[in-house]
């Protein structure tokens, strides 16, 4: 049976000795009292209820899944799901980084994120029926209307209900232009929705007494294509002027998608029969309402990934420590044993620091973007704000399809270490490969991040936005440029970063003579760009790791992230020169190909 112990003392390491959380939130007022106690506290009791509550149910949901009675229309979930849901109400962890208005805690988002990494570690299946609560909370938050937020946001916010995102229809999933799902207006304001969804993840189930969707459709006027698209609030169950339930809603579950993984979470098929709507913003602008969700989501997903990747390392770890199989190349390392431990096998550890340093850095990268969003939205100095939302934009991709991508090659290598016995389920590892295989899919495939990355976030700009990252990568140059003990992490991220201004612009001027050359490039483009803030990242905890032993602190912990970061360096970071390369191949080879796809 797999384990799994929250990694707090990385966590601590990265958001106060990396970073200087506490610091960075003193400038902002409304987290001016937060301290290093109390984050460590909240996080202490998060890994508690993640490893105690969700933890076990992990392989019970992966078994059991969920069922549908198809005359009801209603999904029970695995057992022990709506019980530990009913814990997580009561322990006020759907409140963490709410809005006090409508009952939050108004704690920072970094704590919500290192939260949700050790639940997703825990069970993904579970965690997505509270996370995307948080995405519709997000979209009602800065869109709503003054009512919609009085209704809804507090019962989303204590957890009472929870929220999904229904967006992908059977013949259209990222090409959103081609929904066909109609509102059309009534007398009393509201709408009536009809239409069918698919993939609808949470979209039906046991655990809490409502559920709020946030639906894309079109008005019988609207624009063709993706200006035309609306976006509604179709609650479950609709909710009477007093706050009650009333009636039920037309929009039920008519099926369950039989999934590879996620077993534990109802991925729904949602048919709308004159569900009773309303407007969520301005006619014919759902689209960017809904994109405040769909951001969040992608931060979420790369979360998930990161969480599968410290869980399959922490049991591969483990694993490699006690399973004897022959004897070391250079000669028997446990001699009082018939045989060494796998963990002396060179290659056996390049796949364990694999998973550690896509893990570790991944980390670091995630708690980096929240202390960023937490700046973005409540910093006093707007160009505080104005550079931290840029920023997050051009890292949100990376975040959802770097993220993804690793944990898919974390979690195999790490399955990998058990030999048979990982392809085997009481092992436990299959199962983290399976429920991370979605995540490179959902919420924009990870060639649509790429798209996104390159042909928006970088081009759209003229690299405005990468070059404000290439500062902070700049800084740490000149910080430690002539420090010998920081070459080996400083030198090969300044060297790429004087490369990417000239990779971008090559790719820059090919795509604007065919744009088709920027669909050949992005996703190889965007893997360089992750290894460079990977390697930004890796090379800030070196920096603080080698400090510490130098002033003498003898804690393993630092000896360990010196050796992490030198085999990320050493073994990971130079895919980057062979990416380039395919990137510069062009386009001609994948589209001058008839003859090869006929």
């Avoid at 694999?354 to 980096?368: H, M, N, Q, S, W």
Wanted: charged share 20%.
């Amino acid at each position: 049976m797999p384990v799994y112990n929250p990694p707090l003392r990385d966590m601590q390491f990265v958001i106060h000795e990396v970073f200087n959380a506490v610091d960075e939130l003193k400038a902002i007022p409304k987290h001016a009292e937060v301290d290093a106690d109390t984050i460590n506290a909240v996080l202490e009791e998060g890994g508690k209820f993640a490893a105690e509550v969700t933890f076990p149910l992990n392989r019970i949901g992966d078994e059991q899944g969920c069922k549908l009675d198809k005359e009801t229309h209603e999904v029970k979930t695995p057992d022990g799901f709506k019980e530990a849901y009913a814990r997580y109400v009561e322990g006020g962890w759907p409140a963490l980084s709410c809005d006090p208005e409508y009952g939050g805690q108004g704690l920072p988002f970094v704590l919500n994120q290192c939260f949700y990494e050790m639940l997703n570690s825990a069970n993904q299946a579970w965690t997505m029926y509270p996370g995307l609560s948080h995405g519709a909370y997000e979209a009602l938050h800065a869109h709503g209307t003054e009512e919609q937020k009085k209704t809804f946001l507090p019962k989303l916010v204590s957890g009472e209900w929870t929220g999904t995102m229904c967006l992908t229809e059977p013949h259209c999933g990222t090409d959103l232009g081609l929904l066909r799902t109609k509102a059309e207006p009534q007398a009393d304001g509201t709408y009536k929705l009809t239409g069918n969804k698919i993939f609808i993840s949470a979209g039906e189930h046991d655990m809490a007494e409502n559920i709020i969707h946030l639906v894309l459709a079109r008005l019988p006027d609207a624009p063709q294509g993706s200006k035309g698209i609306s976006l509604f609030l179709v609650p479950k169950y609709n909710v009477n002027k007093d706050g009650t339930l009333g009636s039920r809603n037309g929009i039920y579950c008519g099926g369950l998608e039989h999934k590879m993984g996620i077993h534990g979470n109802a991925t729904a098929q949602l048919v709308l029969d004159g569900a009773v709507g309303t407007l969520v913003g301005e006619p014919n602008k759902g689209l960017p309402a809904m994109f405040v969700m769909m951001n969040a989501a992608r931060l979420g997903v790369g979360n998930q990934s990161l969480g599968l990747t410290e869980v399959a390392y922490q049991n591969a770890l483990a694993y490699a420590k006690e399973r004897l199989q022959m004897r070391s190349l250079s000669g028997p390392k446990a001699k009082d044993k018939p045989a060494d431990p796998i963990i002396v096998h060179p290659d056996v550890r390049k796949m364990l620091l694999t998973a550690k340093a896509y893990a570790e850095g991944g980390r670091a990268l995630a708690i980096f973007c929240t202390l960023l969003l937490d700046k973005e939205l409540h910093h006093p100095d707007a160009k505080v704000r104005k550079d931290s939302e840029e920023i997050v934009a051009l890292l949100t991709p990376i975040v959802k399809a770097f993220l993804t991508d690793n944990g898919h090659i974390a979690t195999n290598a790490c399955m990998q270490v058990f030999g048979g016995h990982g392809y085997i389920a009481e092992w436990g590892m299959e199962q983290f490969v399976r429920d991370n295989r979605i995540n490179m899919i959902y919420e924009g495939t990870n060639t649509v991040q790429s798209l996104d990355l390159l042909g928006r976030k970088v081009l759209g700009n003229q690299g405005a936005t990468l070059k404000k990252f290439g500062k902070l990568v700049a800084q740490l140059v000149e910080e430690e440029g002539v420090n010998e003990k920081m070459a080996e992490f400083i030198n090969p991220i300044a060297y790429l970063g004087d490369q990417m201004t000239k990779f971008t612009t090559e790719l820059g001027f090919k795509g604007f003579q065919n744009p088709d050359e920027v669909g050949a490039a992005a996703v190889d483009y965007l893997r360089v760009l992750g290894h460079l803030v990977f390697g930004y990242m890796w090379a800030r905890m070196a920096q603080v790791a080698i400090r510490q032993i130098e002033a003498g602190n003898t804690d393993p912990f630092y000896q360990a992230k010196l050796q992490t970061a030198r085999f990320y360096f050493a073994r990971l970071f130079p895919e980057t020169a062979s990416l380039m390369r395919t990137a510069r191949a062009g386009v001609s080879n994948l589209l001058d190909t008839d003859a090869a796809l006929a």
